[in-house]
């Protein structure tokens, strides 16, 4: 009886970690979307880095390049999409492929556009002080496409009755979690 419970306990640990890392990459594509710089940062272990693109340094300053670049960026809000994961654990320290699609509205040429990007982030993750956190993410682009010609689609707009997203502490989510 007291293996089947040591077995057991350690599987509920096991999915508790997956379940928190799962989280973790969800609060990610949040603060980029919200360009929410504390939830942002929240991510990453202490002395975390981040190789995204041409940025390649600590979590922490990326979080303030998402934040500031985001002042950029006309009202659109981005989204991005957390897909597949595959999460392997090793005691406190864990290595995740995650999957994710990303639509980033954008003036790279001067006027409103929209770029798709699909990817994967490769981190390695590590639980300290009993919190998952980013010790080294690398960015993989599979694929992208940019500019997507056409109005909006007015009738799923805040004109056709929804409500509009927003970045930072304006968003209606922060309504529903504060």
Same mark, same amino acid.
């Given at each position: 009886?007291?293996?089947?419970?040591?077995? +057991?306990?350690?599987?509920?640990?096991?999915?508790?970690?997956?379940?928190? #890392?799962?989280?973790?990459? =969800?609060?990610?594509?949040? %603060?980029?979307?919200?360009?929410?710089?504390? +939830?942002?940062?929240?991510? =990453?272990?202490?002395?975390?880095?981040?190789? *995204? %693109?041409?940025?390649? %340094?600590?979590?922490?300053?990326?979080?303030?390049?998402?934040?500031? %670049?985001?002042? $950029?960026?006309?009202?659109?809000?981005?989204? *991005?999409?957390? $897909?597949?994961? =595959? #999460?392997?654990?090793?005691?406190? !320290?864990?290595?995740?492929?995650?999957?994710?699609?990303?639509?980033?509205?954008?003036?790279?040429?001067?006027?409103?556009?929209?770029? #798709?990007?699909?990817?994967?982030?490769?981190?390695?993750?590590?639980?300290?002080?009993?919190?998952?956190?980013?010790?080294?993410?690398?960015?993989?682009?599979?694929?992208?496409?940019?500019?997507?010609?056409?109005?909006?689609?007015? !009738?799923?707009?805040?004109?056709?009755?929804?409500?509009?997203?927003?970045?930072?502490?304006?968003?209606?989510?922060?309504?529903?979690?504060?």
């Amino acid at each position: 009886m007291d293996d089947e419970f040591a077995s +057991l306990k350690r599987e509920l640990e096991r999915l508790r970690d997956h379940e928190e #890392i799962r989280q973790l990459l =969800y609060r990610y594509a949040r %603060g980029v979307d919200r360009a929410d710089l504390e +939830l942002l940062q929240s991510v =990453y272990a202490e002395g975390g880095t981040d190789h *995204h %693109g041409p940025f390649d %340094g600590p979590g922490v300053d990326f979080a303030h390049v998402v934040v500031d %670049g985001a002042r $950029t960026v006309w009202d659109a809000v981005g989204n *991005h999409h957390i $897909t597949n994961h =595959y #999460i392997e654990l090793d005691g406190d !320290k864990a290595r995740a492929e995650v999957y994710f699609l990303a639509c980033h509205p954008h003036m790279d040429n001067g006027r409103p556009e929209l770029a #798709i990007m699909s990817g994967r982030y490769l981190d390695e993750l590590e639980k300290r002080d009993g919190e998952w956190g980013i010790v080294r993410r690398v960015v993989v682009s599979d694929w992208t496409r940019n500019h997507f010609d056409g109005p909006e689609w007015e !009738k799923t707009t805040e004109r056709g009755g929804y409500v509009g997203g927003r970045r930072g502490k304006a968003d209606r989510s922060y309504e529903l979690f504060e």
